[in-house]
């Protein structure tokens, strides 16, 4: 923990004073740590080594050593604080999206950020948190969850006002992980700045868990019901060595993402499902336009049909979610399927 009474970019700059250290265990919750008091104006928190490979603060306090006179900071005109309006806060510390201050901001931070050469950006963690009763921020009070999905969905529209070509996916601003509060349709299109992907309901952690335990099996009927693209990001630590979570969620969302290479509470690498996985992107990606593009057609919920979305030709799934070899017979019923995109005369091949 490093502090100084003037800011400098760099942390190794003689300006900042060192006044803790800690190199013990990896911290997982909370934690409260002292030192003598020292008069500053900037703190800085240097991190050189991180577990999993990524840090993460939540929130960070620091405090006074004692009770400062008025008298003492009278010249340095501290924040009032804002007048108390009857209702209930939000249970811990979190944005008001609605506040326009923040709106501007963030879009600000957005543009920058997108302006480097971003194709594809996730609107994540924005769930709804509660209303705000803050009447300074030039919204009813309080707040609604209506009010806070319109401005994120503006942050969204805005971002695309300026770069057109980003691809978007967003989650449902209310509840954006297991289920949707929000309209799957409510303002998405490939058109006018709206976003384009919705979020495929938190199938990332445990994907073929929730495949066999019956709970990823909502995507199938999501594509009967809906046309809107899905993006998801599965890791293959939590695949078998088949991928068969890597074709259940490649034949019903249409944009997949992949990541890990570790397996489950191990620290060695998996190179025998890294190579498996390498083959099964190899033969998806030959295959892309069927699933990415074409037309899904369900026969049930483990035998997918995908039509490709110009030539006469498919791509036929089947799935065994069991541990056992099982034999199948799958009849395709061409009437009941609808048009094929062929020629006069020309078939259509799987």
């Keep these: 923990m490093l502090v100084a009474s003037e800011y400098y970019p760099a942390s190794d700059s003689s300006k900042w004073t060192n006044v803790f ?10 934690r409260n740590f002292k030192f003598d008091p020292v008069s500053a104006r900037w703190v800085r928190i240097v991190i050189h080594a991180v577990e999993g490979g990524a840090a993460r603060i939540d929130e960070l306090e620091v405090y006074e050593s004692a009770p400062v006179p008025a008298s003492a900071v009278q010249p340095l005109r501290r924040r009032q604080a804002p007048p108390v309006t009857p209702g209930n806060p939000i249970g811990f510390w979190e944005v008001c999206t609605q506040c326009k201050a923040w709106q501007k901001e963030k879009l600000k931070r957005i543009l920058a950020v997108t302006g480097g050469g971003v194709d594809f950006m996730m609107f994540d963690e924005f769930d709804w948190r509660g209303p705000c009763y803050d009447p300074n921020h030039g919204h009813p009070v309080p707040s609604t969850p209506e009010g806070h999905v319109r401005a994120v969905y503006g942050l969204i529209e805005s971002t695309r006002a300026k770069y057109p070509h980003v691809l978007v996916e967003a989650h449902d601003p209310v509840r954006p992980w ?4 929000t309209p799957t349709y409510w303002h998405q299109g490939f058109t006018h700045n709206r976003y384009q992907e919705n979020w495929a309901f938190e199938f990332m952690w445990n994907p073929i868990e929730d495949l066999k335990s019956g709970k990823a099996l909502c995507l199938y009927y999501y594509n009967l019901g809906c046309d809107i693209p899905l993006y998801n990001h599965i890791t293959m630590e ?9 074709w259940w969620y490649g034949s019903t969302v249409r944009h997949l993402g992949i990541g890990g290479k570790k397996g489950l509470n191990s620290e060695q690498e998996n190179e025998t499902r890294y190579r498996a996985y390498k083959n099964a992107v190899a033969e998806y990606n030959r295959l892309r336009e069927f699933y990415a593009r074409g037309r899904f057609v369900g026969i049930d919920e483990t035998t997918h049909l995908h039509f490709h979305p110009k030539k006469p030709q498919a791509v036929l799934n089947v799935f065994n979610l069991t541990d056992t070899a099982v034999h199948r017979k799958v009849r395709i019923n061409l009437k009941e399927i609808g048009p094929w995109p062929r020629r006069r005369g020309e078939g259509c091949r799987l």
């Design 238 to 246: 939590g695949d078998n060595d088949a991928c068969l979570a890597f």
């Design 21 to 30: 250290g800690y190199d013990g265990q990896p911290l997982h919750t909370g």
């Design 178 to 181: 297991t289920m949707r509060y």
